[in-house]
């Protein structure tokens, strides 16, 4: 069963009769800012934010949402950083409260030598609610 699926709806106000009705909610925010801070932590120093992506998803039995992280690597020192970025992405243990990282890829790599040396990273993962 979807975690959500075990929630209160927006809309129910416990208060009693005669008060005011509750404000609308503010529509949640997804845990991309909490994701992206631990990609560039591992990315090191170098690495510089390009583009994030995030599309709900889901199966009969989760519920989650694919992340597309794009990140760039400058100068040398900075595309051996985005290596080991490389090499550690898909093994390292995310700790985003409420979330599960159940995939961690990197999907593209392009290097670039002119007029700078830079390295771009593409990135998908999949994360799913942690009941």
């Known amino acids: 069963m979807p975690c959500n699926a075990l929630r209160t709806p927006v809309s ?4 009693q009769d005669g008060e005011s009705p509750a404000a609308p909610a503010r529509s949640e925010r997804g845990p991309w800012l909490r994701l992206l801070a631990e990609m560039l932590q591992l990315a090191g120093g170098s690495a510089q934010f390009l583009l994030h992506t995030e599309k709900a998803w889901s199966s009969a039995t989760f ?6 992280v794009v990140l760039e690597f400058h100068g040398v020192e900075g595309i051996v950083q985005g290596e080991d970025y490389v090499a550690a992405l898909p093994e390292h243990e995310f ?22 040396p830079r390295m771009t990273v593409e990135a998908q993962l999949l994360l799913l609610e942690d009941c």
């Open 95 to 116: 700790t985003i409260s409420g979330q599960i990282v159940a995939d961690a890829a990197v999907i593209a790599v392009e290097h670039h030598v002119s007029p700078h």
């Open 12 to 15: 129910y106000d416990p208060r």
């Open 63 to 68: 519920t989650g949402s694919r992340h597309v």
